[in-house]
């Protein structure tokens, strides 16, 4: 399994970045994806989720209405549309699978290496 994410960088408060992730070594058109995030000295938290199903996206209620999440099968590619970014927004943004509540955070099976988004002024 590889997921190998990019566009992060430092945009002001206000703006807009667009996430990728290219995923390799599993059949990617049949897993639930996620985006998942982690903020200097906090613990593994979830953005958002994409099923192989219509219907099956969810967001964190804090970035519902901001961000977009989308997939392309065809070339096992998972995307997150960031608008409106926030200061509290700023983490290291990881694509992962296989991610369950532990009740002290999350944890994910998979996850690449992550890139960095820092949101200010």
């Known amino acids: 399994v590889q997921l190998v994410e990019s566009g992060g960088t430092l945009v002001q408060p206000g703006g807009s970045l667009r996430l990728s992730c290219a995923a390799s070594?599993?059949?990617?058109?049949?897993?639930?994806m996620w985006w998942v995030r982690q903020a200097p000295g906090k613990g593994l938290e979830w953005v958002s989720r994409?099923?192989?199903?219509?219907?099956?996206?969810n967001y964190t209620d804090e970035v519902k209405g901001r961000f977009t999440v989308s997939r392309d099968n065809a070339n096992n590619m998972f995307y997150l549309q960031m608008n409106n970014l926030k200061p509290t927004d700023t983490a290291v943004y990881y694509c992962?699978?296989?991610?369950?509540?532990?009740?002290?955070?999350?944890?994910?099976?998979?996850r690449g290496q992550g890139t960095q988004v820092t949101v200010s002024s």
């Open positions: 994409l099923g192989n199903l219509p219907g099956t996206i």
């Open positions: 992962a699978k296989g991610c369950v509540d532990t009740g002290d955070g999350y944890a994910c099976n998979d």
């Open positions: 070594g599993f059949t990617f058109s049949r897993v639930v």
